[in-house]
């Protein structure tokens, strides 16, 4: 089917962005009468499976939206499945009384207003724990790339400077023994802690805003500190917290000082916790060895000063980024689509009042 075609089939009026509509409205099975747009691109086979049930308007040549051809894309839409990349708000979705369910492929949904979609009867899912294990892993590795000072040294190496051997060579920080701290002790925070205790002999200390069972706790070896605490005794503070605007730069300039000389902070959970000049400033004056960061205040542009920054080792958003748990992701969110449209229920529903409201 030509662009001209597929463009004129949905008949879509007011997109000012012509490449990106003609492209974007790639879905071939018309005559389905639940349509869902899929805001970036995703796995063909997820798309497959999605067709088999919907038409669907596809964006897989990830062209660029801006909020008003999206919001009328999605006039016109039963359903959308969305990374956390792509915004979903009242002023987005300004007189679209359509959307039903709105499929996030993160564990994460800040980029959801979920008080203004609930008032729009719009359920919203997430897909928590395929990614659990893997974020964990990513974070582990990070935590020991900064400590042991992985990126910095490859990068002497590949540049050729590598000349001889010195005792105080890219000196790191010891990894196993030493505390590891955990602010946010939910699915990820509780298993990087158990590759912490099992696997590193590390003391784990946490912070949370709800104590775990004295049954988790002995089996993940943590102990519940308070917020001052953890940020005085932590070798290495790992963030995995959810973001929200109460949280915003929860770590900032005071918090940085209150760290421990020579730790290290690792962020895997939402740029936005962290000042990032902050760090710059508590990394330039070396009271911080180290950071490795996942995730950025303006992703996908990083500070500057970060980037200058020999000591941070940096990875562009990719903690759950292995094959098998992308597509698990991309399948879950496609579940949570299909079974809203043939059920009425979801698989992992964040605002399930909004089932009760509106049922499908
Ligand atoms: C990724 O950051 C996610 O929230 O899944």
Redesign the pocket.
Known sequence: MSLEVRFASFSLQGLNVQAASSSFFAGSQVSKTITIAVARPIFPEVLTRLREHFTVLDNQDDLPWAPEPWGQCLSRCDGVLTT?ADPLNALILQGNTRLKVAANM???FNNFNLPELSALGVLATN?PDV?TQTTADLGFALLMACARRMSESERYLRAGLWTSWRYDFFAGTEIHGSTLGILGMGRIGQAVAKRAHHGFDMPVIYHNRSRLSVQTEVALGASFVTRDELLERSDHLMLVLPYSPEVHHTMGAQEMARMKPGSHLINIARGGLVDENALADALERGHLAGAALD?FENEPAVNPRLLAQQRIVMTP?T??SSVQTRLA?ANLAADNLIDYFSTGKAKTPLNADVLVRSPA
């Open positions: 956390m993160a564990v994460g897909t990614l995730v958003h903690a759950s992701m």
